[in-house]
């Protein structure tokens, strides 16, 4: 998945990664991060950090992956909880419920699993 | 997951890989086979053929792990129709329904998956 198919976010498939091996297979595969045995990070949730990073809102992010607002909502909120520290915070709500921004910690976090994310692909890519 | 843990084979998670990283979170990765969109080997399937080869019968081997010999068969079916050749046969039912054994191209794909899995702990293990 390179991040033009991140355009093509499938709320269905949020974590997949596919190669093509020969005659018609294909290898696929997901990774995420968990802690106290709830997901943590995936590629929906970085994907929705990264949104919420370039548009400023949780709504305009979540409409932007076809993802649902009580979805995202509950996403942020395990995330907050689940993070050393907060990764999303929002601004004082006005007409449309205000901003929302990524923290310092919430940046690091969509970078580390991007790094992960990388390495992972590379994996697949390496397969016979 | 090694495989004193695929001993203790959970249905709902059959296909888990899991790591422990640092302060409490842990990395979790899937990795499997599809041909025309649809599962072809996965962790589950692979334990599947391998019980299947030691117990020579089919109901055997899904009670060992837990699996229901209805979801038993309908992963068989699924492996033999997107498998090269027939990876599962059957001799001749008698009481009980008569044994299950793999073929050449049944081990050969158990082999395959074990080094794709090897690869994949491989891999998270490494991770930092």
Redesign the interface.
């Known amino acids: 998945m390179d991040d033009s198919n991140t355009s093509h976010f499938r709320p269905k498939r949020p974590s997949c990664f596919m190669r093509q091996?020969e005659?018609?297979?294909?290898?696929?595969?997901?990774?995420?991060?968990?802690?106290?045995g709830e997901l943590?990070m995936g590629m929906g949730r970085a994907i929705l950090l990264e949104r919420i990073d370039q548009y400023g809102s949780i709504a305009a992010a979540a409409r932007s992956m076809n993802l649902g607002y009580r979805n995202a909502w509950l996403w942020i909120e395990a995330l907050n909880r689940l993070a050393?520290s907060p990764l999303v915070e929002k601004s004082i709500g006005g007409v449309g419920g205000g901003n929302a921004y990524l923290t310092e910690e919430g940046k690091k976090a969509v970078k580390q699993y991007r790094k992960?994310k990388d390495?992972?692909e590379e994996?697949l890519e390496q397969?016979e």
């Open positions: 091996l005659r018609g297979y294909f290898v696929g595969g997901r990774l995420w991060l968990e802690k106290e943590y050393p992960l390495k992972f994996f397969l």
